[in-house]
């Protein structure tokens, strides 16, 4: 399970751990916080994570989710089998 923060961690908090690394600040809390919220505020991430996170929810703003109607797993061995079945019990469909 993923959370919203792990959808702006590569473009976030990544680089602000290699800049604090490469600055070797003496108050490495202080220095990754600060920076944090500043790159937080110039990414104007609290109205992107609104639209995002709507997006994910709802779907697109037209009303078209190309993803709305599948209802299928992935298994590593058949590729896609259906959804909504409990496979436990039973043999896989393949």
């Given at each position: 399970?993923?959370?919203?923060?792990?959808?702006?961690k590569a473009e976030l908090a990544i680089p602000a751990a290699?800049?604090?690394?490469?600055?070797?600040?003496?108050?490495?809390?202080?220095?990754?916080?600060?920076?944090?919220?500043?790159?937080?505020?110039?990414?104007?991430?609290?109205?992107?994570?609104?639209?995002?996170?709507?997006?994910?929810?709802?779907?697109?703003?037209?009303?078209?989710?190309?993803?709305?109607?599948?209802?299928?797993?992935?298994?590593?061995?058949?590729?896609?089998?259906?959804?909504?079945?409990?496979?436990?019990?039973?043999?896989?469909?393949?």
């Amino acid at each position: 399970m993923y959370d919203v923060a792990d959808l702006y961690k590569a473009e976030l908090a990544i680089p602000a751990a290699f800049d604090a690394a490469a600055a070797d600040p003496s108050d490495v809390g202080g220095h990754v916080r600060r920076d944090m919220r500043d790159r937080m505020y110039r990414a104007r991430l609290l109205e992107r994570c609104v639209k995002d996170v709507r997006q994910l929810l709802v779907g697109d703003e037209a009303g078209e989710d190309e993803w709305a109607d599948v209802v299928s797993l992935w298994d590593g061995r058949c590729g896609s089998v259906a959804g909504g079945v409990g496979y436990g019990d039973r043999a896989a469909p393949f």
